[in-house]
């Protein structure tokens, strides 16, 4: 084996393990042990390195930069795969974003060694060797020191915008590897070329700045149409209390006179009068104020809002409630998953012509909550991977609570049968406490 073979071996092993170290940093949500993620990606080196040495022994008679192009597709699938599919515990688009922006950042440090040092594919000397190993160890220093915790939190805060960004990332790194093949194919670096390449890495740099803050944008609309949502659900206890004050009032108001027909009724001696009487006061009064559903006053508050509201727009109403507290699910997540959900019943119910009808059942069962919602649905509704959409698009409302489903490795789905619209929820991790209150309630 030549000099230059040897150099283009050493130049390929200080790659390989570089990809490797700095794969086992990128991971933000592991799906493994960090031991068992060091592991796969010491085997990715070692993987890419055996495939890099069967091209070299395969491909001697073909060009150098085939080779090279062979082995660098080879490391971006193999390091590529094992990140995405055993090593990140992220969505796929996700982890996809992680990666293309990695190889689109490691593009620049290869870029700059290149033109630094006048060497591309089939070549290595001592300065080359030293330049990757210290651009790499001093990014990856800055990372861990300035970024990696910024990162980790929009990673577990910010649940969408990740395709779109993916998509124009992996691009961006597409044309990024164009520019290195165009640079080893100029044979002297003129103000033209030096110009072009600075363009070409700086439009690189800007879009990906651009992409975060994209990623960053879309969530902040969910959030606040989440935010809006809270408030029209605050909005309707509002009003409820001041129904139930307004009623309250008019009970006080109106006590004397129930009081003087019970006096005349027992001058006269007539009990059963009194005994009816007084049963269609009772059932009168009961209407006035909300049903308790459950214990939980977060899920409670919402159901009395929304069966309300559905009452007032002449929906029957058939709930069974059995709920303790759920003190593993944020009061932020509950009302995210059930105002969305029930307002789109309500919603649904509301364009409809004929009788409505609007089931609850809201259950824990083994460590679970169970939630189903069922109305009345009889125009056509479109399904995608089981997801039902909106003009060609999923909702934010079904996004938020399929993100936030997520948060507790739980399962939603959607269905539609005998004219009622159906979705199922599943939440893991509901600590069971004593149930007070609740059962079935038909109005």
Request: charged letters at 20%; hydrophobic letters at 45%.
């Given at each position: 084996?030549?000099?230059?073979?040897?150099?283009?071996?050493?130049?390929?092993?200080?790659?390989?393990?570089?990809?490797?170290?700095?794969?086992?940093?990128?991971?933000?949500?592991?799906?493994?042990?960090?031991?068992?993620?060091?592991?796969?990606?010491?085997?990715?080196?070692?993987?890419?390195?055996?495939?890099?040495?069967?091209?070299?022994?395969?491909?001697?008679?073909?060009?150098?930069?085939?080779?090279?192009?062979?082995?660098?597709?080879?490391?971006?699938?193999?390091?590529?795969?094992?990140?995405?599919?055993?090593?990140?515990?992220?969505?796929?688009?996700?982890?996809?974003?992680?990666?293309?922006?990695?190889?689109?950042?490691?593009?620049?440090?290869?870029?700059?060694?290149?033109?630094?040092?006048?060497?591309?594919?089939?070549?290595?000397?001592?300065?080359?060797?030293?330049?990757?190993?210290?651009?790499?160890?001093?990014?990856?220093f800055l990372y861990e020191r300035l970024l990696k915790q910024k990162l980790m939190r929009m990673y577990k805060e910010i649940r969408i915008g990740y395709k779109t960004a993916a998509a124009v990332s992996s691009f961006a790194f597409f044309v990024m590897t164009i520019?290195?093949?165009?640079?080893?194919?100029?044979?002297?670096?003129?103000?033209?070329?030096?110009?072009?390449?600075?363009?070409?890495?700086?439009?690189?740099?800007?879009?990906?700045?651009?992409?975060?803050?994209?990623?960053?944008?879309?969530?902040?609309?969910?959030?606040?149409?989440?935010?809006?949502?809270?408030?029209?659900?605050?909005?309707?206890?509002?009003?409820?209390?001041?129904?139930?004050?307004?009623?309250?009032?008019?009970?006080?108001?109106?006590?004397?006179?129930?009081?003087?027909?019970?006096?005349?009724?027992?001058?006269?001696?007539?009990?059963?009068?009194?005994?009816?009487?007084?049963?269609?006061?009772?059932?009168?009064?009961?209407?006035?104020?909300?049903?308790?559903?459950?214990?939980?006053?977060?899920?409670?508050?919402?159901?009395?809002?929304?069966?309300?509201?559905?009452?007032?727009?002449?929906?029957?109403?058939?709930?069974?409630?059995?709920?303790?507290?759920?003190?593993?699910?944020?009061?932020?997540?509950?009302?995210?998953?059930?105002?969305?959900?029930?307002?789109?019943?309500?919603?649904?119910?509301?364009?409809?012509?004929?009788?409505?009808?609007?089931?609850?059942?809201?259950?824990?069962?083994?460590?679970?909550l169970v939630f189903v919602c069922k109305n009345t649905c009889t125009a056509e509704i479109m399904f995608k991977n089981g997801i039902p959409r909106n003009q060609d698009r999923i909702s934010v409302g079904i996004k938020s609570v399929l993100m936030s489903v997520e948060?507790?490795?739980?399962?939603?789905?959607?269905?539609?049968?005998?004219?009622?619209?159906?979705?199922?929820?599943?939440?893991?991790?509901?600590?069971?406490?004593?149930?007070?209150?609740?059962?079935?309630?038909?109005?």
């Open positions: 084996m030549n000099n230059i073979n040897i150099d283009a071996l050493i130049t390929n092993i200080i790659n390989n393990l570089m990809h490797g170290v700095w794969f086992y940093y990128l991971v933000l949500e592991v799906k493994h042990s960090r031991k068992r993620t060091a592991a796969i990606s010491a085997a990715a080196v070692v993987l890419t390195q055996a495939v890099m040495m069967a091209l070299s022994v395969c491909m001697r008679a073909q060009s150098v930069i085939l080779l090279y192009l062979c082995g660098y597709v080879a490391s971006m699938l193999v390091f590529g795969g094992a990140y995405v599919f055993f090593m990140s515990g992220s969505e796929p688009a996700k982890s996809l974003f992680t990666v293309s922006t990695y190889y689109s950042f490691w593009t620049l440090i290869y870029l700059a060694i290149s033109m630094a040092t006048h060497t591309f594919a089939g070549a290595g000397n001592w300065a080359v060797w030293g330049l990757r190993i210290v651009l790499n160890l001093g990014s990856l520019v290195i093949f165009y640079n080893q194919s100029v044979k002297r670096y003129d103000l033209l070329h030096m110009a072009m390449i600075f363009s070409a890495s700086s439009m690189m740099l800007v879009i990906h700045i651009q992409l975060f803050y994209y990623i960053v944008q879309q969530d902040y609309g969910s959030r606040l149409k989440q935010m809006e949502l809270h408030e029209k659900y605050l909005r309707a206890q509002v009003n409820s209390y001041e129904q139930m004050e307004q009623s309250a009032r008019q009970t006080r108001h109106d006590f004397r006179h129930h009081n003087m027909i019970v006096a005349e009724y027992a001058r006269e001696k007539d009990y059963q009068a009194i005994l009816t009487y007084l049963q269609e006061y009772e059932a009168r009064e009961g209407e006035k104020y909300s049903v308790d559903f459950c214990s939980n006053h977060v899920v409670n508050n919402l159901l009395v809002a929304y069966v309300n509201r559905a009452r007032q727009e002449g929906v029957e109403v058939n709930a069974d409630i059995r709920l303790g507290e759920t003190t593993e699910i944020s009061d932020y997540d509950l009302v995210t998953i059930f105002a969305n959900i029930l307002e789109n019943a309500v919603n649904a119910c509301g364009r409809e012509t004929g009788k409505c009808r609007l089931e609850i059942t809201l259950q824990q069962k083994s460590g679970k948060k507790y490795d739980g399962s939603v789905s959607f269905d539609v049968a005998e004219g009622m619209f159906i979705c199922r929820i599943i939440l893991n991790n509901a600590t069971r406490k004593k149930i007070r209150g609740g059962g079935r309630v038909s109005c």
